[in-house]
């Protein structure tokens, strides 16, 4: 399994950034996939997942409207739209397989930080 994150920097309060994953060495298409993230102090956090098909996507409270995900199946990737940044969206961005905070695989991640 091979996960590789890219998209990451640095943003502005209320500005955008696009995570994009790469996917490779299993079959794409038979897993949900996941974003998580991971703040200094606080550990891993699941920020939002989007079933096999694409259809059914959940996201944690404090991302719900502002953040998007969504799957290319075709291309193996998947990725998370983040609008309306707040500092507190500040972390290492990892994509993961699986649904919710279930991953059993991640990858290295990609940092977003939001900074004035």
């Known amino acids: 399994v091979q996960l590789v994150e890219s998209g990451g920097g640095v943003a502005q309060p209320g500005g955008s950034l696009r995570l994009s994953c790469a996917a490779s060495g299993f079959a794409f298409g038979d897993y949900a996939m996941s974003w998580g993230r991971q703040i200094p102090g606080r550990g891993r956090e699941w920020v939002a997942s989007?079933?096999?098909?694409?259809?059914?996507?959940f996201y944690r409270n404090d991302v719900q409207g502002r953040f998007i995900i969504s799957r290319d199946n075709l291309k193996n990737t998947v990725t998370l739209q983040m609008n309306s940044l707040k500092p507190e969206d500040t972390a290492l961005y990892f994509c993961?397989?699986?649904?919710?905070?279930?991953?059993?695989?991640w990858g290295q991640g990609t940092q977003v930080t939001i900074d004035s």
């Open positions: 993961a397989r699986g649904l919710g905070s279930h991953f059993d695989s």
């Open positions: 989007v079933e096999k098909d694409g259809r059914d996507r």
